[in-house]
């Protein structure tokens, strides 16, 4: 039988991400969206952050980790958190994956997965679940 209590997760993950008017700010937003299906971290809003909202900020300054990915150069994501007097922790910027910011919005998967790669690269093993998860599979050792 699987230990209960081995898929805990043993750290938070905050995934922020850039959700700006470009294929490239669109990457960032669906990477957050599918690594937070994927049970890698979650997404927290980010304009909530900006607003100054005191629960979306605590929420941010107690979190273990964090990943910020922004569209491009611009950095709105990094601008955001700066201006909040938030430290910024594991920054990506998609553009520096080798994309081209442009106005088109059909995302290819191939590109989505990119960039879930480079967070995933940058983090090391899942934040979430032991680098050993074969308590997770439900076997009893067998």
């Known amino acids: 039988m699987?230990?209960?209590t081995c898929c805990t997760p043993t750290r938070k993950c905050?995934?922020?991400?850039?959700s700006g008017g470009s294929n490239?700010?669109?990457?960032s937003n669906q990477a957050a969206v599918?690594?937070?299906k994927e049970g890698f971290g979650s997404m927290y809003c980010l304009a909530g952050i900006g607003a100054a909202i005191?629960?979306?900020m605590q929420s941010a300054k107690d979190v273990?980790?964090?990943?910020?990915?922004?569209?491009?150069p611009i950095g709105c994501a990094r601008g955001v958190l700066k201006e909040q007097g938030i430290p910024e922790r594991n920054y990506l910027v998609v553009t520096d994956l080798g994309f081209e910011k442009a106005k088109k919005f059909d995302l290819d998967p191939l590109d989505i997965q990119?960039?879930?790669?480079?967070?995933?690269?940058?983090l090391g093993?899942?934040?979430v679940r032991p680098a050993d998860d074969a308590c997770c599979s439900g076997s009893d050792g067998e």
């Open 125 to 127: 093993p899942d934040p």
């Open 24 to 27: 490239v700010g669109q990457l």
């Open 34 to 36: 599918e690594l937070t």
């Open 2 to 4: 699987a230990d209960e």
């Open 64 to 72: 273990d980790e964090m990943v910020v990915i922004d569209g491009c």
């Open 14 to 18: 905050m995934i922020l991400a850039c």
């Open 54 to 56: 005191s629960g979306f």
């Open 114 to 122: 990119k960039v879930k790669d480079a967070v995933r690269k940058m």
